[in-house]
């Protein structure tokens, strides 16, 4: 007989000999029922209300003056953070320091039957994770007094295979009871990986409304902060993602200081718009003082960083979204972006569409604008919208719709509308004849090939507002001399050069120039003004 026919044969002899025999399974369920009861036993747990607030009302009136039965303990330890209305005012054991401290004396004196401890400190254990520690100095103070006590109670809580495996998973996992709980599972969790926190949570019976679930938050931020510039941004969405919810909001600006003070001491990173954008919703306009509070929380360079990101936006925004010729002429939005950092303020005059528009763009658009948003009346067109940039003692109109020129205006001479004051400014009075410079967008006028090559010079000659300090402003940038002369634009010149200028006709003398450095475009506009060498190549005079 060969081997497999051997095998055959004991296989068919078995199942004759075993076909009568019939496990009884139910015994053996019903005893493993019973040894998960005796190793998980949490029925004070599950107990009715009126029990619990029973037990706990109790021990407020004999609690000191009496031991408690082991029974009343484990329903006093499960409704420890239980609040119960007593005559119009509320009473929560974990509010009166010494009631705790005397509970608390009596769960120890279990200290020597570890199966009883486990049973009352699960109990306690369960507040612990309930409790919410911020909703009142009182109940902080008590729910640390807690966690003090399970600290050291956790380590007598028993070992070997017989231990339920909540003890197990506690007593591993002890971090949970220390000042900062979730550092440890924080890695992991950036990773996407919640097996670990998951086994926790099931085996621990922690609700999702529990403090644990912040703490998990703010844990995240700490790792992700600690990590390299490309690992830190590619969690940032995510971050952001958490603070949606409701049940975080009160993370929301400390852990929001961190992600923008860590972003910002990143090298060479462009702006994060996501990141910003977020702060700006959350804490308004950066620039504004009545925000200052807000973002007192980060320092000056971070303010500053998210400042010249919203004005970068700002100014896209209206060129792009709010002006006529956004999707063709692109040509306004790239030359006021190089004043960007010039600009001390801004302003938003919009018409009736902008301030209607139900659309997801102009919503966010009209939350970034606030503070800075006035109603804009009489002009025209409901989609026509006014910008009003504000440089120093001066302010830069530009509209919205195509066909209008660029008016400047000067504070110290008197404006015809109100920024501070007025909820609505009216078109004409942006038009007004009190202006200071009028600019119209054509090119090929007064000699400048192009309309931004003027209204660079013009600015600048105007009312000093240079692109960059290292940067000569046009027309000169463009390798150009003025013809004509003015004393603005000789102060214009000055400035821009370096050059000292001193004036001594009133005592039969000449108008002196002395230029810092040799300069052949300077010497050029000198002598095209009619100034001369005085023997040197840094002195120029004129009669």
């Known amino acids: 007989m060969s081997l497999p026919e051997f095998e055959e044969r004991l296989r068919r002899a078995n199942e004759r000999a075993l076909a009568g025999i019939k496990p009884d399974t139910d015994g053996i369920s019903r005893e493993v029922a019973k040894l998960r009861r005796w190793l998980n036993d949490d029925r004070e747990l599950r107990a009715p209300s009126e029990h619990l607030q029973a037990a706990v009302l109790r021990f407020r009136s004999f609690g000191g003056k009496q031991e408690f039965s082991f029974a009343e303990l484990r329903l006093v330890c499960a409704a420890s953070a239980m609040t119960i209305l007593l005559g119009g005012k509320s009473f929560c054991l974990l509010t009166d320091r010494d009631l705790l401290a005397d509970l608390l004396r009596q769960v120890s004196m279990f200290e020597s039957e570890p199966r009883r401890l486990r049973r009352l400190f699960r109990g306690l254990l369960n507040c612990y994770f309930s409790t919410d520690p911020s ?10 007094q807690l966690r003090s006590f399970l600290r050291q109670q956790v380590v007598r809580l028993g070992a070997g295979s017989t231990q339920p495996r909540w003890v197990e998973i506690i007593q591993e996992h ?34 999702g409304a529990s403090w644990i679930g912040r703490k998990i938050v703010w844990s995240l931020v700490k790792a992700a902060v600690k990590l390299d510039d490309a690992r830190f941004s590619e969690h940032i969405a995510r971050l952001l993602n958490q603070f949606e919810e409701a049940r975080y909001a009160s993370l929301l600006d400390e852990c929001l200081a961190e992600l923008l003070e860590r972003y910002c001491r990143g090298k060479g990173q462009s702006a994060h718009a996501e990141l910003f954008g977020f702060a700006v919703r959350h804490w308004k306009n950066p620039w504004l003082a009545t925000n200052s509070g807000r973002w007192g929380r980060v320092s000056e360079s971070t ?13 896209q925004q209206f060129f792009e979204l709010l002006a006529s010729d956004g999707n063709g002429d692109r040509r306004r939005l ?25 659309s997801k763009e102009f919503r966010e658009l009209r939350h970034r604008l606030i503070g800075r948003v006035k109603s804009l009346s009489g002009a025209g067109s409901p989609d026509n919208n006014a910008f009003l940039i504000c440089f120093g003692d001066y302010i830069v109109v530009e509209f919205g719709n195509a066909g209008n020129a660029c008016y400047v205006y ?14 609505e400014i009216v078109a004409k009075d942006l038009k007004s004849p009190d202006n200071v410079l009028w600019l119209s967008h054509k090119d090929n006028v007064h000699g400048y090939r192009k309309w931004e090559q003027r209204f660079e010079a013009r600015l600048y000659a105007g009312i000093q507002v240079r692109i960059s300090p290292t940067q000569l402003p046009a027309p000169w940038g463009f390798g150009v001399v003025y013809d004509s002369f003015s004393p603005s634009l000789l102060n214009a010149f000055t400035n821009a050069f370096g050059c000292s200028y001193h004036d001594r006709r009133g005592d039969g003398g000449s108008e002196l120039i002395t230029i810092g450095t040799n300069h052949e475009l300077a010497a050029k506009q000198l002598h095209s003004w009619g100034f001369r060498l005085a023997g040197s190549n840094d002195h120029w005079y004129r009669y």
């Open 135 to 144: 909703e009142s100095q009182v109940k902080g103070e008590g729910w640390e």
């Open 174 to 207: 002890r971090n949970l009871l220390d000042s900062e709980p979730c550092l440890r599972y924080a890695d992991a969790l950036l990773r996407n990986d919640r097996t670990e926190f998951n086994q926790i949570e099931s085996e621990l019976a922690i609700s």
């Open 303 to 315: 303010r500053k960083a998210v400042t010249a990101w919203l004005k970068l936006d700002l100014i």
């Open 334 to 358: 790239e030359f006021w972006i190089k004043y960007h950092e010039c600009m001390d303020d801004m302003y938003f005059a919009l018409g009736s569409h902008a301030r209607k528009h139900p």
């Open 410 to 423: 000067q504070r110290s001479a008197g404006l015809t509308f109100s920024l501070e004051s007025a909820q």
